[in-house]
C-alpha cells in the first residue's frame, strides 16, 4: 500500500500499482476494503507512455510462472537428446554398421518418448486426483454445520495473520472471500490450489512426447548423413554438444537463471552419460570381421 484515500469518514488503503490486479493480496484487500484494484491501475496507467507501459508489464512478468510447462520442456528435450545420444554411442562403441545404429536410436526414441508421455500421464493424474480430493474435503467440511465452518473460517483468518494482517482485517477478508467462494478461498489461499488452472494430463502427456522426439531426433539426423564410422560418431558426439548448449542457454534465459552455469551444468551431466555408454559399449560389444 502507498497511502490512503477518503470515501466519507471511511479511510480506504490505495493497493499498490506494482501488484497486478489478479495477486492474491491485491484480492484480499480490494474485498476487505472496497478498494477498486482496476480503477487505480487504470489511473496509473494513463500517465505513462505506451512504451512505458510495455517495459512496465514486462518487469512485472515472473520467471516462476513459466516454471511448470519450462521444466517439463527442458526435462524432455534433455531426456530424449541424452538418452537416444547415449544408446547410439554405446552401440556405435560395439559395432560400427549404420543400419544397426540408426535401428538402436530410433528404436531408443520411440520408446523413450512413449515412456515418457506414460509416465507425465500418470503423474499428473495422480497429481490432478489428489488436487480434487482435497478440495472436495474442503467441500465436505463446509457441510458439516456451523461449528465445522466456524472453525474453517478461523483457519482462514489465521493464514492471512500469518501473511501480515492484522486479527481485525484478516477476518473481515476471510468472512469476505467465503461470502464470495468459501472451497475457492481454502483451495488457493490453504490448499495453494487454482481451481481454474487444474493440472491436465493429457496435456503434460503431449508436451514431454513431443519435447522428447525434438531432443532425440537430433542425433539421429547427425548420424544418417555420414558414411564413416569415425565421422559418424563425431558427427552424433558434436550435434549432441550443441544442442545440450542450447537447451542450457534456452531455459536459462526463460527462467532467468545465469547462462553460462546453466549451459554447463546441462552439458556436464549429458557428456558423462554419453562417455559412460560408449564405454559400456566398447567394453562389451565387439565388431564383426
Same mark, same amino acid.
Given at each position: 500500500?502507498?497511502?490512503?484515500?477518503?470515501?466519507?469518514?471511511?479511510?480506504?488503503?490505495?493497493?499498490?500499482?506494482?501488484?497486478?490486479?489478479?495477486?492474491?493480496?491485491?484480492?484480499?484487500?480490494?474485498?476487505?476494503?472496497?478498494?477498486?484494484?482496476?480503477?487505480?491501475?487504470?489511473?496509473?496507467?494513463?500517465?505513462?507512455?505506451?512504451?512505458?507501459?510495455?517495459?512496465?508489464?514486462?518487469?512485472?512478468?515472473?520467471?516462476?510462472?513459466?516454471?511448470?510447462?519450462? #521444466?517439463?520442456?527442458?526435462?524432455?528435450?534433455?531426456?530424449?537428446?541424452?538418452?537416444?545420444?547415449?544408446?547410439?554411442?554405446?552401440?556405435? %562403441?560395439?559395432?560400427?554398421?549404420?543400419?544397426?545404429?540408426?535401428?538402436? %536410436?530410433?528404436?531408443?526414441?520411440?520408446?523413450?518418448?512413449?515412456?515418457?508421455?506414460?509416465?507425465?500421464?500418470?503423474?499428473? *493424474?495422480?497429481?490432478?486426483?489428489?488436487?480434487?480430493?482435497?478440495?472436495?474435503?474442503?467441500?465436505?467440511?463446509?457441510?458439516? %454445520? @456451523?461449528?465445522?465452518?466456524?472453525?474453517?473460517?478461523?483457519?482462514?483468518?489465521?493464514?492471512?495473520?500469518?501473511?501480515?494482517?492484522?486479527?481485525?482485517?484478516?477476518?473481515?477478508?476471510?468472512?469476505?472471500?467465503?461470502?464470495?467462494?468459501?472451497? #475457492?478461498?481454502?483451495?488457493?489461499?490453504?490448499?495453494?490450489?487454482?481451481?481454474?488452472?487444474?493440472?491436465?494430463?493429457? *496435456?503434460?502427456?503431449? *508436451? *514431454?512426447?513431443?519435447?522428447?522426439?525434438?531432443?532425440?531426433?537430433? @542425433?539421429?539426423?547427425?548420424?544418417?548423413?555420414?558414411?564413416? @564410422?569415425?565421422?559418424?560418431?563425431?558427427?552424433?558426439?558434436?550435434?549432441?554438444?550443441?544442442?545440450?548448449?542450447?537447451?542450457?542457454?534456452?531455459?536459462?534465459?526463460?527462467?532467468?537463471?545465469?547462462?553460462?552455469?546453466?549451459?554447463? #551444468?546441462?552439458?556436464?551431466?549429458?557428456?558423462?552419460?554419453?562417455?559412460?555408454?560408449?564405454?559400456? %559399449?566398447?567394453?562389451?560389444?565387439?565388431?564383426?570381421?
Amino acid at each position: 500500500m502507498v497511502g490512503a484515500q477518503q470515501n466519507g469518514d471511511v479511510s480506504r488503503p490505495l493497493l499498490d500499482e506494482t501488484r497486478p490486479c489478479g495477486d492474491p493480496v491485491t484480492v484480499d484487500i480490494e474485498e476487505a476494503t472496497g478498494a477498486n484494484c482496476n480503477l487505480q491501475h487504470e489511473a496509473a496507467v494513463t500517465h505513462r507512455t505506451a512504451e512505458e507501459q510495455e517495459d512496465w508489464e514486462d518487469e512485472h512478468k515472473h520467471y516462476s510462472d513459466r516454471g511448470q510447462w519450462l #521444466r517439463a520442456g527442458v526435462l524432455g528435450a534433455n531426456d530424449g537428446l541424452v538418452s537416444v545420444t547415449a544408446t547410439m554411442l554405446g552401440v556405435s %562403441g560395439g559395432s560400427p554398421e549404420i543400419r544397426t545404429l540408426i535401428l538402436a %536410436g530410433s528404436s531408443a526414441l520411440v520408446a523413450g518418448a512413449l515412456s515418457m508421455a506414460a509416465g507425465e500421464y500418470i503423474s499428473v *493424474s495422480s497429481q490432478r486426483d489428489t488436487e480434487q480430493a482435497d478440495i472436495q474435503k474442503e467441500r465436505e467440511q463446509q457441510e458439516k %454445520g @456451523p461449528e465445522a465452518r466456524l472453525h474453517e473460517l478461523n483457519e482462514l483468518a489465521d493464514i492471512y495473520k500469518s501473511r501480515g494482517l492484522d486479527d481485525d482485517l484478516a477476518h473481515q477478508v476471510a468472512i469476505q472471500l467465503t461470502k464470495h467462494d468459501v472451497v #475457492r478461498a481454502h483451495a488457493r489461499d490453504e490448499l495453494g490450489i487454482d481451481m481454474d488452472e487444474l493440472s491436465n494430463p493429457w *496435456s503434460a502427456a503431449l *508436451s *514431454s512426447m513431443i519435447s522428447f522426439i525434438v531432443g532425440g531426433g537430433v @542425433p539421429l539426423i547427425a548420424a544418417i548423413f555420414v558414411d564413416d @564410422p569415425f565421422w559418424r560418431l563425431v558427427s552424433v558426439s558434436g550435434a549432441a554438444t550443441a544442442a545440450l548448449l542450447s537447451f542450457g542457454v534456452i531455459s536459462a534465459w526463460l527462467g532467468g537463471a545465469h547462462k553460462i552455469k546453466a549451459s554447463l #551444468r546441462v552439458l556436464l551431466g549429458g557428456w558423462i552419460a554419453m562417455a559412460v555408454t560408449f564405454g559400456v %559399449g566398447k567394453l562389451f560389444g565387439h565388431s564383426p570381421e
